[in-house]
């Protein structure tokens, strides 16, 4: 799955992305009371482990 593919799907499932820095291509992403860190790089390939994470960090 590719980053952009993932930050959609992220969306959908209601978190809100809020940029981490200015000039960075990091966002820190909200669901209810949870929070994790979403590197985005566009159209490259997502590791397994770090869509893992993000999930497990927000509890879907």
Known sequence: MKYSEFRRWLLEQGAIL?????????FKVYLDDRQSFFPD???KEMPEGTRKKIIKDLGL
Request: avoid cysteine; hydrophobic fraction near 10%; proline fraction near 0%.
């Open 41 to 43: 790089h566009g159209a």
């Open 18 to 26: 809020q940029k981490h820095r200015r000039g960075s291509s990091h």
